[in-house]
């Protein structure tokens, strides 16, 4: 049960960053746009941003894992 709610917590906390995200990647079309076209220096600014956005209740870390997966970047 205690492992379930783990994983429960991260699946949900996982959704609140996509959203934070998103979120992020709305007020600025024009660094997504850029992004997707393979700029990635841009990752920190997205970094930064969803940080700023979320009040720092994501890690650095999880925001890095999340775009470099949503970006294809290794």
Not at 11 to 16: H, L, Y
Not at 25 to 53: A, D, H, V
Not at 54 to 61: D, E, H, W
């Amino acid at each position: 049960e205690v492992y379930e709610n783990i994983i429960s917590n991260k699946v949900a906390n996982e959704d609140k960053l996509k959203l934070t995200i998103n979120k992020v990647f709305s007020k600025f079309p024009n660094e997504f746009e850029r992004i997707s076209n393979g700029e990635i220096k841009l990752i920190k600014f997205f970094i930064g941003q969803t940080m700023k956005e979320a009040k720092g209740k994501f890690s650095p870390l999880d925001i890095l894992e999340f775009l470099n997966k949503k970006f294809d970047i290794k």
